[in-house]
């Protein structure tokens, strides 16, 4: 049976449910309140994320390193997995929904040689001494004029505490190419025609990204990346 849903508007809105998601798109000027009960027909798809920020071409793509990401789990994971599967199913086949801390912006990836016990001591002590956080998306933002729609993440505060922290740890780092731009993507692979990139910017994510972990995976594209170790993240902090 289809979800409950009551939504109260108070200018013009309009909505797109997706397999019992429900999806609010803000037209400009109006504004709306949802309240939603959601069916949870979404499971992820098993497979280890890494970044893909570095595929936007293939002279992008770099060799073999290992990236630290956070997955988007729960109702905010659910919801940005319906929403890349309605404007990129490749994207929602692929992996799942996650911000990079190392490997894309600020820093590049890790050394692969770097040995699993090196890296689980130096990480693990930065996730023992950090305390999970709760985060607000804002609202989308279209990367370089391309298709590519992302959810960005404010850079300073906790997060970045947790960035930098990672950042200047002492493993080896490769380069990035950009400045630290914590972000989660939507819509990646597909070519949007100009409705579906007026109906992604307009997408407005309630649900907060949850950040209770960091995650470790090896890349060597274009393999599928290869899970090393998950680090709860325990501190009071």
Same mark, same amino acid.
């Given at each position: 049976?289809?979800?409950?849903?009551?939504?109260?508007?108070?200018?013009?809105?309009?909505?797109?449910?997706?397999?019992?998601?429900?999806?609010?798109?803000?037209?400009?000027?109006?504004?709306?309140?949802?309240?939603?009960?959601?069916?949870?027909?979404?499971?992820?798809?098993?497979?280890?994320?890494?970044?893909?920020?570095?595929?936007?071409?293939?002279?992008?793509?770099?060799?073999?390193?290992?990236?630290?990401?956070?997955?988007?789990?729960?109702?905010?994971?659910?919801?940005?997995?319906?929403?890349?599967?309605?404007?990129?199913?490749?994207?929602?086949?692929?992996?799942?929904?996650?911000?990079?801390?190392?490997?894309?912006?600020?820093?590049?990836?890790?050394?692969?040689?770097?040995? +699993?016990?090196?890296?689980?001591? &130096?990480?693990?002590? $930065?996730?023992? @001494?950090?305390?999970?956080?709760? #985060?607000?998306?804002? /609202?989308?933002?279209?990367?370089?004029?391309?298709?590519?729609?992302?959810?960005?993440?404010?850079?300073?505060?906790?997060?970045?505490?947790?960035?930098?922290?990672?950042?200047?740890?002492?493993?080896?780092?490769?380069?990035?190419?950009?400045?630290?731009?914590?972000?989660?993507?939507?819509?990646?692979?597909?070519?949007?025609?100009?409705?579906?990139?007026?109906?992604?910017?307009?997408? +407005?994510?309630?649900?907060?990204? &949850?950040?209770?972990? $960091?995650?470790? @995976?090896?890349?060597?594209?274009? #393999?599928?990346?290869? /899970?090393?170790?998950?680090?709860?993240?325990?501190?009071?902090?």
């Amino acid at each position: 049976a289809p979800p409950t849903t009551r939504c109260v508007q108070t200018a013009v809105s309009h909505h797109r449910s997706i397999s019992g998601i429900t999806i609010s798109f803000l037209r400009p000027g109006g504004r709306h309140r949802c309240a939603s009960r959601l069916s949870l027909h979404h499971l992820f798809v098993a497979r280890v994320s890494s970044s893909i920020d570095a595929e936007l071409s293939d002279k992008w793509r770099r060799g073999p390193g290992i990236f630290v990401v956070i997955d988007a789990r729960g109702p905010a994971g659910e919801r940005i997995h319906a929403i890349q599967h309605a404007y990129d199913p490749k994207l929602a086949n692929y992996l799942p929904p996650h911000l990079t801390l190392a490997g894309s912006s600020g820093v590049g990836p890790i050394d692969p040689k770097t040995s +699993r016990e090196r890296l689980r001591e &130096v990480l693990g002590e $930065i996730a023992a @001494s950090t305390a999970p956080m709760t #985060l607000a998306f804002k /609202a989308p933002i279209r990367f370089m004029q391309s298709d590519i729609i992302v959810l960005p993440l404010d850079h300073h505060g906790p997060l970045r505490d947790l960035y930098e922290r990672i950042a200047t740890c002492g493993l080896a780092f490769q380069p990035a190419r950009f400045s630290f731009t914590p972000h989660v993507t939507l819509s990646f692979f597909r070519t949007l025609t100009p409705l579906q990139r007026r109906e992604l910017l307009a997408v +407005r994510l309630e649900e907060p990204l &949850v950040v209770d972990h $960091i995650r470790c @995976s090896l890349t060597d594209e274009p #393999l599928p990346p290869r /899970a090393l170790f998950e680090l709860p993240l325990t501190g009071d902090r």
